[in-house]
Structures are given as structure tokens and as C-alpha cells.
């Protein structure tokens, strides 16, 4: 399976710089309108007519919505899943356990080590103090009593002001405070010669959470993302800027200000371009995640489907045992698509999609991977031509990135598992009771998740 995603996802890079062929989920279209679809055939066929066609920007009415524009399913899903549908086993670990018995999903892996080939370094590497953090405090876990805790503030001259016992975090977690103005990254390698210090962080101010967006490119000057982008990183330089439609999308719905106000506006996206006429290759995306990673991000968004690859697997795996939140597309290839992929890696939050009225949407991959349901069809977001009404997983997705930031926000000391605890504990269950293969574990419900207790 390995090698077949290989070579699908090479022979895609080489027609990038073609038209891109658009598909459509959608088994009620005509050639003509499918045609529409199309940007290098459009000018072929008669598009303004009766609705069944397009202008400017390849994007077609829903049949039996008025007015609601979709993006095509190519760009919605970037790249397809294999076409071949068999019946896949469930992810171990990604199992429809309900939060009250078991964690909403397992740690990354096993025990808490990171798997990684050969030339990967299997622990964590320093992080850097960068972005907006209380310039005189330091976040530490201690291995140790009120007595080791009085202890570590003598040694390095430090004020303790507060400490916890942290149920997730399982030991103290204590705010040192830095009384002689020498600098946070400073003062955290002195405290790395100290064992009894576990973890140690930057007391990171919430109002500008780091999250790392994996899209197409973006229209960086629309007014809905002025602010928005701390830093973007193209991995496909070489490739021409085509479709910005999806990445501005994306990014608005998470963070976007203005008419166009996001889940979370005054979150930091750190964006990477790896994705051009709704293709990519591994490699680009594994280094559009590395990039990520560096950013030192809380989440990655990824609203992207497409097939299993294990060294994606391994940077997921990676990722998570880093703390950072992964929030990926569940894929829009229908009830009987094989599982998409970052989406069903564990410990990636997978989310499908619903309408006003909390219905599936009926595009949407099913399986016991789904993780969580948010709101993805027509929804008003930023795009390249300025807005459009879009629909599919990946904006579902980007609503939930949105809803972790601001549970950052409120508290930036919380986990990733605490994080994925919140969102299945307090989730509005839909269909089956319980979790089930379709919503997950249910609704997305930003309140309750933010009022959720450690």
C-alpha cells in the first residue's frame, strides 16, 4: 500500500503546472456542469446558463440549493483517496471507546516514546522561545513535594508564584517568577540541569496561539486575514500560485477578523503552501509539517485526505508526542470510501461535517476513525475572489482548530490530551448513541468544552 501511494502521489507532481482536472463528489451532475467544473474546459461549455455552470473561479451551484456555491471536490479534498473501496480495519487504538471508559484517543505512543526511522532523533529537541510569552515567568512540571519546589526557587533565584497538583499533567506544575530580569530561554537551561525539573516552558500568553495551517496558497492580502499570518513557508517554490481558494478558506474560518470573523480571530497561522490543483507528494508534506513543527505550534491543521503513508504516520506520531494538536479532514469520498488519511493515524482529531441542521453530510467518510462533527456545509468564508459559501470536511476541520485555540487561549497550560478529553467528554451526541461511525462522538460544543474542567 506503501509503494502504490508512492507512485500515485509522484506521478501527481508531475502535472503540476497543468490545468487542474476538477472532480466533484456529487453523482447528480452533468458533463456539462462537470465540464464547469473544469477551469481548461469551461470556456467549452456553455456555464451561465440556468445555474448549471460557473464564472470565474470553477465553483458550481449544489443541486437543490439556491445560491450556495461549493469549492470542487478536487480542492476540497486536495488529493483522492484510492479508488479502490475495501473494508478497513480500525486504526488501533481509534476505537469508538466512550471518554467515560477509556481516554478519547491513546497517546500517541505507547509509554510516551516518539517512533521514528533511523535518521530521526527519537526525543525531543530543544524548542525555542519564540512569539508573545510573559517576558518574567517560566512554566515548570516538578518531580517533587512544596519542599523540592522551595528548593528549586533558592537555587536559581526565582519567586513561586503559584503551584498546582495537575491531574493531567501528573506531577506540580509551578510558575516560577524571574525577579532579576535575566531572559525566559535563559533561565530555562539553567533549570534543565536540575532533575527534578521535568518540563519546562515559556508561560506563553494565549491571545496569539500558534497554529500551523498545511493548504494551497492563500490570498494573504484579503482583508478577512490581515493580521492573521505570522509567517508562510512555500514548500513547492518552484510551482507556480494557482488556487488560493481553499488555504484562504481555511485560514479564515479558523482566525479570520472583520466581516469574516473566524473561530478564533487574534490566533497566529503560521501557513504552509505544499498543495497546488489539488495535488501533492509526500515529501512536500512532510516537509510543510517539519516547518510546522519548528514554528513551536500548538495545533496543525490538515484539511487534506489522502492515503496511508507510514512516514506521515511517524511524523503524526512525532507531532503528537510533542503536544501538538492535530486536526485533520475526515475526507468527503462517500459512505463506502476507504479511511483518509492523516485523518485515521491515532491521535489525530478526525472531523467530518454537518449542515444547519445537524445533518451529515451526506459526502462525508465514515468510519471508526471520526473523531468529532463541526459545522462544514455552506459555510461563508474568505476565499481568493474575496468569499464564497463553501461545504466539505476541510472546513469542518478548520472550525475545530479554531475551537482548540481558544481553549488554548483560556488556559495555555492545558495538554493535547486534555484537550481531546474536553472535545469527546462534552460533544452533543448525534445518530446512535454513543460514538458511532458517522459523527464521532457528536457535535462539536465549543462552551461546554471551554468550561470543562482539568
Known sequence: MAAEAVIRLTAAMT??????????NDPNLTQAEIDCLNRGNAANADCAKD????????KAPAHGTTGAVFLPGLIVDLFPNPAVVTEAPIPPGNTATPPAVAPAIQAAVPGGAVVAPTDLVATEPPRAVT??????????????DAGAVQQIAASFGLEIRSQRQSRLLGNTLVRFGIPDGRPVG????????????????????GGNVRIGVIDTGIDDGNPALSGVIAGQFDAIPDVPIEARDHGTSVDGLIAGTGAFKGMAPGARIYHARAFEGGKSTMDVILSALDWAAEQDVRIINMSFVGPKNDL???ACRNARALGIVLVAAAGNNGPKAPYGYPAAFVGVIAVTATDAKDGLMPQAN?????????????????????????????FAAAIVTGAVANLFHAAPDRSADWVEKALAATARDLGPKGRDNDFGFGLLDTKAAEAAKE
Open 186 to 205: 535563559v533561565v530555562l537551561a539553567q533549570l534543565a540541569a536540575d532533575g527534578r525539573t521535568l518540563r519546562r516552558e515559556a508561560n506563553h500568553v
Open 312 to 314: 506521515l504516520g511517524i
Open 366 to 394: 465514515r468510519g471508526a476513525y471520526v473523531f468529532i462533527s463541526a459545522p462544514g456545509v455552506e459555510m461563508v468564508a474568505p476565499s481568493g475572489a474575496g468569499s464564497d459559501v463553501v461545504t466539505g470536511t476541510s
Open 131 to 144: 512569539g508573545d510569552f510573559v517576558p518574567d515567568e517560566v512554566l515548570v512540571t516538578v518531580n517533587g
Open 51 to 58: 445555474g448549471g455552470g460557473v464564472k470565474d473561479g470553477g
Open 15 to 24: 502535472i503540476f503546472a497543468a490545468s487542474a482536472v476538477a472532480q466533484t
